[in-house]
């Protein structure tokens, strides 16, 4: 039954934005298309994923991770009992073999961000830049989707 579960069974996958001239309808459906094709190959092998990506083996195929998940807000209670019966929160912390992480929480009706980082990156900062981007992303979409991408400021 492990090919049925989620978690470490399914590879990271690399994937390279493109962050060109295209307009921000146009790269935001690509960047979808391409997610979409990846989904065939999440059982891969990370041998697999290194010698098709071209990258030499002797550097990693990446060092930063975006994981974005579906949430439930409020799945743990603040007292620390959860949603299955007789299951106490005894504590926990985010951890990840990555330089950087940055998780994007779809709850639904909002996203959260969480981002874990070097100090020497500064999570906080990249945090910021990342809300901003998204802004600027949303706004475009909304009335001026023919912009370049390459043009979103995204600097807070």
């Known amino acids: 039954g492990a090919d049925r579960a989620l978690g470490m069974f399914i590879n990271t996958l690399p994937l390279r934005v493109e962050v060109g001239a ?40 990446f060092s930063a991770l975006l994981n974005y998940r579906h949430s439930t807000p409020g799945e743990m209670a603040r007292d620390g009992h959860g949603i299955w019966e007789g299951v106490q929160l005894l504590g926990g912390e985010e951890r990840s ?19 874990l980082a070097l100090e ?17 992303l949303v706004e475009a979409l909304e009335h001026a989707p023919q912009t370049p991408l390459h043009q979103l400021p995204v600097l807070p």
């Open 22 to 61: 295209d307009a921000v309808r146009a790269g935001v459906k690509a960047t979808h298309a391409r997610l979409s094709a990846l989904l065939g190959h999440e059982h891969a092998s990370l041998a697999l994923a290194q010698r098709c990506s071209g990258v030499p083996n002797s550097m990693p195929l």
């Open 97 to 115: 073999n990555y330089p950087l992480t940055l998780s994007v929480d779809d709850l639904g009706t909002g996203f959260g961000l969480t981002v």
């Open 120 to 136: 020497s990156i500064g999570a906080q900062r990249l945090c910021d830049s990342m809300h901003s981007a998204l802004e600027q």
